[in-house]
């Protein structure tokens, strides 16, 4: 797939007030920081269509954008920050889990792992919530660049240990680097796998 087509279509408190489409949605979620924005900005071939900041916990909000005219990609507010109130904490929570528990046109969350770092119990949990509700996903190690590829094997396989301890099937993997473009075509192909069987 090539993105020739990409913009912004709404911000959203709230599932509810989602846009109302009947097509397919990818959303992109991971701890705040993982690197999301730049991915989004690198799959969409846009410097700033999502914003990316130095500051933790930016996306606040639900935020819808339509490629090439077939398909959303949601931008969801990363989970796990800390250095906020536990009122906004528990209404980002909840504003995540009312999108992915109840939003029909949700085909596919990519979940973002920062792949410098050994598995984290957050990443990990919220994994496993998402196979208790039986929600799709698949899962992207970003920052590739940041670390040698004997590193990053050694925490990606650590990771997928983990998982086994829970999953009998390990859910498709990505590996990504906003800086170098890696992985960019082998995501852009998987989402157009799934519309073209839809």
């Known amino acids: ?52 900041s130095s500051t933790p916990g930016k996306t606040v909000l639900i935020n819808h954008f339509l490629i090439n005219d077939e398909w959303h990609l949601v931008d969801l507010p990363g ?24 939003r029909e046109q949700l085909t596919l969350l990519f979940v973002l792992v920062d792949g410098r770092h050994e598995p984290q119990n957050i990443d990990i949990d919220f994994i496993n919530g998402l196979g208790e509700n039986q929600t799709p996903f698949a899962l992207i190690f970003t920052k590739a660049d940041k670390l040698s590829k004997s590193a990053l094997t050694h925490n990606m396989d650590k990771f997928k240990i983990k998982l086994s301890e829970m999953w009998e099937e390990i859910p498709p993997i990505f590996v990504e680097s906003a800086e170098t473009g890696a992985g960019k075509q082998e995501i ?4 157009e796998k799934i519309n073209s069987s839809i």
């Open 79 to 102: 989970y796990g920050y800390a250095k906020t109130y536990k009122s906004k904490r528990d209404e980002l929570k909840l504003m995540i889990e009312g999108y992915i528990l109840k």
């Open 1 to 52: 797939m090539i993105v020739k087509k990409a913009e912004f279509i709404k911000s959203s408190p709230d599932y509810t007030l989602c846009p109302q489409s009947n097509l397919p949605e990818y959303a992109f979620i991971g701890r705040s920081n993982v690197g999301k924005s730049s991915l989004i900005n690198m799959l969409t071939n846009r410097h700033k269509l999502a914003q990316v």
């Open 188 to 191: 852009l192909d998987y989402i």
